[in-house]
DNA sequence: CGCAAAATTGCAACCGGTTGCAAAAAAATT
DNA sequence: AATTTTTTTGCAACCGGTTGCAATTTTGCG
């Protein structure tokens, strides 16, 4: 930097300051500055600026569900779009590990800017431990509740239970069950209540209620297993893909023939539900919407931390494939 | 800091000791400096300890398929051996840009303080542009070649052409497809000249030669469908196992049965491979020790940049499951 | 106990930027 | 043309650590 300024022939802070938006540097000393930084190839150092800013422009994803290919989605679109913003993204792979403590620690040590973290198998208090902490967090995928003290964007998991219960009436079944993901998950516990409760009021029949120990194809193997004690459940709403495809082919291994037999709602619409193999009806999950929706929040309140807590729900939706019966017309 | 220095009565440089390790502090400098610390909540500031050693403890991910289940596990290992050495994970989304330079700038503006790059659809020169801007690099699932002065970890990709042509002589077949992925991937080249290769020498037919645009389902659907061409084709040895599970489905929707007939061999082992609908045989890639070791890898590069460059080659092996005839006992 | 060697400690400079403030220069106003 | 207002610029302090060096303290040994 300082060669530059010489080279320039200006002081440090006007290179500075050509490099800084909305700095006031005059037009001529830009231009002087400029040139003097192609010829020496140089490029502020991020570091430098985050010492001296306090702001590092980095954004961590915490995330502890890295086997599930919904979120390949979410890597994706986290990378690029914070890319495109101007930031950087660092994971933190929480795998097991559940204690706030630690990880607001070591995030703190990294001077993240703000933490999106992605996932609803953790209680309300993680997310708002980085809150206390000082950390603008995101509780993506997170539980809505009316009087949150942080920012939560995902979806109304009770409301798509409901939507599941009537998604079985529509089609005539009577007699249905859910296999859940894991029962510690807010959005398994809010899903269920929506769909428990709108089965009652429609007269649908939950026969069995089950949860996989995980979001993984061989819990919902297993899972179906306990499902299937019943015999006469009609249909399954399963409480994510994959779980969901592990249970189908549990069923088929039982002799049952989808959808005659017995019919499937997944959950998540991921890219295999729509391969021939399974051709999973099933509740999507804009996913898309939720990580932009998320990044865009997350790197506002960077700008401004006092924002006060929203809540953002996106819409989701059934898509039609082929592992339930078509919808009765009556 | 400073607050620490005076609550435990010492200087600045005392307490910077006793938060680096191989520092020269006694044991009761250490304990007063640690018990103020406690006290008042201090933990050293990561930016600031980069600015001053020139060392960031950040490395880089660029990876250009984020769509492609395999490389769950590779986000997985990735993230977390890193943070099990003390190392933070950064990802860089190159999806479809492919300009060495952009990123080099990127990535040397991020100082990172090494760079894996994770794709075989690159050219060699992209990783190598790294190398000459001063970053380590590795170029993981990169092409070996002799001369090479860039870190190569992966497979050895003509080897496993080789294996696959084996493979389908052991099962008795004698008239085969070629279903390769990306073209341009030397991955692909080379694993179609081991394959072709070996086919010729031991009498096997290589009847169509195709390749799928991209590692997607898709694709795979879709070039299946020009295999399909030649009606007379036994098996296909496919580049990727979610191009495989596309070419599959498209055989079935033709009619056909797997493996009676049309068998079909993948590449990769992801989860899917092992799932009722598909029982997918195909060629197991440990990605779990290739990601290790280039972690390792590249973690020593930071100790000793000028390490020389080192080729490591991890052996693949055929998972057998369902699609492919069981070998022929002659 | 005295002295040399080894270990510990503090000083001060440095890493590479940013920024408040006052001085200087340029632009606008009368 | 003189004066006021606005814009640009440089100075110097600061962000929060590390580290070479010299001074000081401890330790080891005869």
Redesign the pocket.
Known sequence: ??E??ELA?????????T??DG????????EKVEKAAKALG????L???S?????TKLIGLVANNFQNPAFLDVFDLFTSELQKRGFRPLLVNLSGDTSPKKFVELLKQYSVDGVIVATSTLPTSFANAFQTAGIPVIHTFGKYQANANVHVVGIDNEFCGSMAARTFCERGYKKVALLGGPETATSTQDRAAGFVGTSGQLGLEVAKTCFAENYTYQSGRVAMGEVMEDRSVEAVFCGDDLICMGAMDAARAAGKNIPEDIGFLGFNDIAMAGWDAYALTTIRQPIRDIIMSSVELVVGMVENPARSPEIRLFPCSVVERGSLRPVSRS
Request: glycine share 2%.
């Open positions: 930097m300082k530059v300024a022939g200006v002081s440090r802070s006007a290179v500075s300051r490099f800084t700095a006031s540097v005059s037009a001529r000393t830009r140089y490029k502020p150092s570091i430098a600026r010492l001296a800013t306090n702001r």
